[in-house]
């Protein structure tokens, strides 16, 4: 929420951007989960934080699953960045996301992901120069995916269909 208050008040937290494209922007930063409703596409870019065992803490992403299932529609594409294992997308996320909605993914909806690239006070390895990786469960949605992330990484997107979705889409 911290992060959000700053944006509203036109300050770039991760110095990528700067201050004033945040302030030139049309983006709408708000708390407000309803605001999602009739959105056709939905990153979620949550924390994906170590548990004490080392293994990922999941929490973050299912709980950004639920909001978002509770407020897309048919017709929607729900891309993750969070850094999570694979499956995670398939196996935690998409069956949360079907049962807030009461959606079906390949039919409905459709998910795609794009691990985050950023890594927030490197200097080096900044927006301006990073590849970007861009995926989605069929050919259809990476075409979608590619044109979103082509408006910011016009220089150089990988894309790729995952396949292991398939299931979803039969």
């Keep these: 929420m ?3 208050a ?6 770039d937290p991760t110095e990528e951007l700067g201050n004033e494209a945040v302030k030139k922007t049309s983006i709408e930063f708000t708390y407000d989960a309803t605001r999602l409703k009739g959105a056709s596409f939905i990153i979620v870019a949550v924390p994906t934080p170590i548990n004490g065992d080392k293994t990922p803490n999941l929490e973050p992403v299912i709980s950004a699953c639920r909001i978002v299932g509770q407020q897309m529609s048919r017709g929607i594409i729900v ?3 969070s850094t999570v294992y694979p499956g995670v997308t398939e196996d935690v996320c998409v069956p949360i996301l079907e049962k807030e909605s009461g ?3 390949g039919i409905d909806f459709k998910v795609a992901y794009s691990p985050e690239r950023i890594n927030p006070g490197d200097k080096i390895h900044r927006l301006a120069n990073i590849t970007k990786i861009v ?3 069929d050919e259809e949605t990476l075409n979608t995916v590619a044109q979103v992330y082509g408006m910011i990484w016009w ?3 990988i894309r790729i ?3 292991n979705l398939l299931p979803f889409v039969i």
Excluded at 6 to 11: A, D, E, N, T, V
């Design 161 to 163: 269909v995952f396949l």
């Design 6 to 11: 700053l944006y509203k008040k036109g300050i």
């Design 103 to 105: 959606l079906k993914c």
């Design 79 to 81: 891309c993750f960045e």
């Design 155 to 157: 220089f150089l997107l």
């Design 135 to 137: 995926s989605g469960m």
């Design 2 to 4: 911290e992060k959000i």
